[in-house]
């Protein structure tokens, strides 16, 4: 079964008295399962909700799939995304350069 992006994987981050703070949809591609989105609302950043979402994906991933490694990328200048992955134990282990025609 090609188990890629199942709608029941994505979760809401909410506080504890129910504030909507984030998103995560863990997905997968052709290879690897993948943080497919992670997203902290802009007016809750900052805060370390990021983590927690994070961790989310990661474990889903590793339950539902049994994934043993799971890929992310951000953009370069995405510092605050960088340092999340890293907190989480995520390495670095490429850099990618997307192109496009005018």
């Known amino acids: ?19 909507v703070v984030g998103f995560g949809f863990p997905s997968r591609n052709p ?11 802009p007016g809750h950043r ?3 909700y990021v983590d927690g979402i994070l961790a989310e994906n990661t474990r889903l991933l590793a339950v539902e799939l049994g994934a043993e490694t799971v ?3 951000t953009d370069l200048t995405n510092l605050p ?22």
């Not at 079964?1 to 504030?19: L, N, P, Q, V, Y």
């Not at 989480?88 to 005018?102: E, I, K, P, Q, T």
């Open 1 to 19: 079964m090609d188990r890629r992006g199942e709608r029941s994987w994505w979760r809401i981050a909410e506080t504890a008295d129910g504030k």
């Open 31 to 41: 290879a690897f399962p993948v943080v497919g989105y992670l997203g902290v609302l």
């Open 46 to 48: 900052g805060r370390g």
């Open 71 to 73: 890929r992310a990328d």
């Open 81 to 102: 995304m960088a340092a999340a992955f890293e907190r989480a134990g995520y390495r670095n282990f490429a850099r990618r350069l997307v192109l496009s025609a005018r």
